[in-house]
């Protein structure tokens, strides 16, 4: 258990689905990422969340939309993906400033 | 030029070698680094966490820093079968802002 928990582990959609990727931290921290990791590519920043703020949205395509309820949940709301985005979704938490992260295991998305 | 630049190998290796895992980096502003280790269908975990330059020791690992060639090394003494993974070089973006720029990572087997 790392403190960080994810889920679904896995996920299988259609391009015209909707649907949901949620991270929950227990850790008491402050701030909550998301990630997108690829193959053969370096984990890339899509969202930044300090105390339920949204301070960063990395370009990312509006088809992803993220909600921070509260400072220990964070949610990824998807539609209309395209195939490319079939990858492996991070979340992370911090205390913030320049403390390393916890991450979750990830959800393996698959856009078919 | 990428601002964290790491050899994605693939690094094989026999049981019990020393292991010498790299990255270079373009912003000299940089002061804390960090090596996540990620195992398969897991999420990165923090191994190792360095402020400014100098030499760190846990265990069988020595994370180095030479800021002056803008160039980390994570040292892996009497590697096991159980240090096969994918290893991620990290720094803290300068600007307090909380945010993690990773490299590709390198993965790394280490054969019995």
């Known amino acids: 258990e790392t403190g960080v928990t994810q889920t679904p582990r896995h996920l299988v959609m259609g391009m015209t689905n909707k649907k949901s990727l949620k991270c929950e931290q227990h850790?008491?921290?402050?701030?909550m990422y998301w990630y997108k990791q690829s193959a053969k590519k370096p984990l890339e920043l899509m969202f930044v969340?300090?105390?339920?703020?949204?301070?960063e949205n990395n370009s990312v395509p509006s088809r992803f939309s993220p909600e921070c309820p509260n400072s220990s949940h964070l949610f990824l709301h998807l539609h209309t993906l395209q195939p490319e985005d079939s990858a492996l979704y991070l979340c992370?938490?911090?205390?913030?400033?320049?403390?390393?992260?916890?991450f979750g295991s990830g959800t393996r998305l698959t856009v078919v | 030029q990428k601002e964290v630049e790491q050899d994605p190998g693939p690094l094989s290796v026999p049981e019990g070698a020393i292991v010498s895992l790299n990255c270079t980096y373009s912003?000299?502003?940089?002061?804390?680094f960090m090596w996540y280790r990620q195992y398969s269908r897991k999420g990165p975990e923090l191994l190792m966490y360095?402020?400014?330059?100098g030499n760190k020791e846990d265990g069988r690992f020595t994370a180095q820093v030479d800021k002056s060639s803008k160039y980390i090394s994570l040292f892996i003494r009497d590697s096991q079968p159980s240090d096969s993974a994918t290893y991620l070089c990290?720094?803290?973006?300068?600007?307090?802002?909380?945010?993690?720029?990773f490299g590709q990572g390198t993965t790394l087997q280490v054969k019995p």
């Open positions: 992370a938490s911090s205390r913030g400033g320049n403390y390393g992260y916890t």
């Open positions: 850790l008491g921290h402050n701030a």
């Open positions: 969340y300090n105390f339920k703020e949204q301070t």
């Open positions: 912003n000299s502003a940089f002061q804390y």
């Open positions: 360095t402020y400014s330059s």
């Open positions: 990290a720094m803290s973006d300068p600007g307090n802002t909380g945010k993690l720029i």
